[in-house]
């Protein structure tokens, strides 16, 4: 069955880092929010976290949160060089049982 015959559902996808701004060496907390149609359970698709330059560096399996919302955290410990980075969220889109779902960035 082709995502076409499947019903691809679209999915929103948020990363949020906490705290903003962090001392070098200290834990960041990276969470990402995943949200789409209320008949579909995203509940176990996995989220991977990546550095700026798109290597993963951690992943975790979403859990139901209110509503149609999904989240995956992971907590790492923040580079000793001082400077900016960036982080992102991947959920790569799945197929399977009749449904399917989008793949998502953030």
Avoid: W
């Amino acid at each position: 069955m082709t995502s076409l015959e499947a019903g691809l559902f679209p999915v929103s996808l948020s990363l949020s880092i906490s705290p903003e701004a962090a001392y070098a060496g200290a834990a960041l907390t990276l969470k990402a929010v995943a949200e789409c149609p209320e008949d579909y359970d995203l509940s176990g698709d996995q989220i991977s976290f990546r550095d700026a330059a798109g290597r993963e560096i951690g992943s975790a399996p979403l859990a139901a949160l209110e509503g149609n919302d999904f989240g995956a955290e992971i907590t790492l410990i923040a580079p000793t060089e001082l400077g900016e980075y960036g982080y992102s969220a991947v959920l790569t889109p799945v197929e399977g049982d009749g449904v399917a779902h989008a793949g998502a960035r953030a």
